[in-house]
T-cell receptor
């Protein structure tokens, strides 16, 4: 069975600084990996996904993530934080042989300070 | 407009009183899923459906029922709600090739069981 761990429930970054959100997963088969963002009082929106193509995945709003099989990680980065990036971010995993079953991490709340 | 709709958006009920939360999508998606979101736990999958008449359990199916009689609808039924089912519920739909693609989330239903 798959599982997801997000390191850090809260992250504070300065506007213009690097955003780094950590996600580690466990999976017994090749995984599909996702990052979603949730703005206050809204549903989730897909930022990017990895489905066994390129290991460096580019998403919306300047975010990208790198799949590292040896480290079982899928960390999310953005070079320069913007105030509008303040939100909660969720990493999720599904397994390629039972991909309908999706498991989310506990989430990381990002605060952006001026 | 492509969307996932949920009704009701807010519901306060009492223990044991059967309720149904409806979910409908207009994007002709094969895949639909229900999640509950609780603080510190992220989203946990309740049930999912790969297509009409095909449903399967997620991580927390106890106390819930679903049905998928039509492609566009995926209602969530709580036959005898209990206070531990107080939560924020999200329905999502998505494409299925390859694997689970982007999921589109509804606005959420905030349920309180007294």
């Amino acid at each position: 069975a798959q599982s997801v761990t997000q390191l850090g429930s809260h992250v504070s970054v300065s506007e213009g600084a690097l955003v780094l959100l950590r996600c580690n997963y466990s999976s017994s088969v090749p995984p599909y990996l996702f990052w979603y963002v949730q703005y206050p009082n809204q549903g989730l929106q897909l930022l990017l996904k990895y489905t066994s193509a390129a290991t460096l995945v580019k998403g919306i709003n300047g975010f990208e993530a790198e799949f590292k099989k040896s480290e079982t990680s899928f960390h999310l980065t953005k070079p320069s934080a913007h105030m509008s990036d303040a939100a909660e971010y969720f990493c999720a995993v599904s397994e390629s042989d039972s991909w309908g079953k999706l498991q989310f991490g506990a989430g990381t709340q990002v605060v952006v300070t001026p | 407009e492509a969307q996932v709709t949920q009704n009701p958006r807010y519901l306060i009920t009492v223990t044991g009183k059967k309720l149904t939360v409806t979910c409908s999508q207009n994007m002709n998606h094969e895949y639909m899923s229900w999640y509950r979101q609780d603080p510190g736990l992220g989203l946990r999958q309740i049930y999912y459906s790969m297509n009409v008449e095909v449903t399967d359990k997620g991580d927390v199916p106890e106390g819930y029922k679903v049905s998928r009689k039509e492609k566009r609808n995926f209602p969530l039924i709580l036959e005898s709600p209990s206070p531990n089912q107080t939560s924020l519920y999200f329905c999502a739909s998505g494409t299925t090739s390859p694997g689970v693609g982007e999921q589109f989330f509804g606005p959420g239903t905030r349920l309180t069981v007294l």
